[in-house]
T-cell receptor, first 113, second 117 residues
Framework: KQEVTQIPAALSVPEGENLVLNCSFT??????LQWFRQDPGKGLTSLLL?????REQTSGRLNASLDKSSGRSTLYIAASQPGDSATYLC????????????FGKGTHLIIQP | GAVVSQHPSRVICKSGTSVKIECRSL??????MFWYRQFPKQSLMLMAT?????????EQGVEKDKFLINHASLTLSTLTVTSAHPEDSSFYIC?????????????FGPGTRLTVL
């Protein structure tokens, strides 16, 4: 059974810093990995999706990398801003015909003004 | 594009009653819809997958007779929590995958907060 772990569980930093959020998964046979943002009491906003054949994806100040063989992904946030404060979720779509996503518990990020 | 809505956003009900949650794809046809549940400080857990016109496929440990899912059209899926109990209190989120988008991409609704008294 696929398990997804995110480290750290929480992070509070002053604005302007560059950040790295970590995600690991136990079964490397995945179709893709996705990073989401969740604001309190809200749904999910997709940030980046990395296919299993890709090594990284970039969108603005966000960069996500994927090392499928080692079961790891990182989300890099450059020049953090208070508006980046949210919970960041990592999710994988496993192989074997499974369609749904397996999520980590998330990293709760606070960017201090 | 790719907007998914849920209704209601918040519901409070008495123990023993049934509650229906709607998930709609507003600007695309959703061939597959997923229902997730999120307990406080926990990750989202997939409950079931439904394809339009077919019976839902439930994940292990999810009672299909308690969580009734209907996906009768390409834009609407409903989740009915029957005989709700306080332990069913949770944040329920749906997602949809559909026509015109990558097979790998799911679009999430804003969620429904269910509180059972």
């Amino acid at each position: 059974k696929q398990e997804v772990t995110q480290i750290p569980a929480a992070l509070s930093v002053p604005e302007g810093e560059n950040l790295v959020l970590n995600c690991s998964f136990t079964d490397s046979a995945i179709y893709n990995l996705q990073w989401f943002r969740q604001d309190p009491g809200k749904g999910l906003t997709s940030l980046l999706l990395i296919q299993s054949s890709q090594r990284e994806q970039t969108s603005g100040r966000l960069n996500a990398s994927l090392d499928k063989s080692s079961g790891r992904s990182t989300l890099y946030i450059a020049a953090s801003q208070p508006g980046d404060s949210a919970t960041y979720l990592c999710a994988v779509r496993s192989g074997g015909g499974a369609d749904g996503l397996t999520f980590g518990k998330g990293t709760h990020l606070i960017i201090q003004p | 594009g790719a907007v998914v809505s849920q209704h209601p956003s918040r519901v409070i009900c008495k123990s023993g009653t049934s509650v229906k949650i709607e998930c709609r794809s507003l600007d695309f046809q959703a061939t597959t819809m997923f229902w997730y549940r999120q307990f406080p400080k926990q990750s989202l857990m997939l409950m079931a997958t439904s394809n339009e016109g077919s019976k839902a496929t439930y994940e292990q440990g999810v009672e299909k007779d308690k969580f009734l899912i209907n996906h009768a059209s390409l834009t609407l899926s409903t989740l009915t929590v029957t005989s709700a109990h306080p332990e069913d209190s949770s944040f329920y989120i749906c997602s949809a995958r559909g026509v015109g988008f990558s097979y790998n991409e799911q679009f999430f609704g804003p969620g429904t907060r269910l509180t059972v008294l």
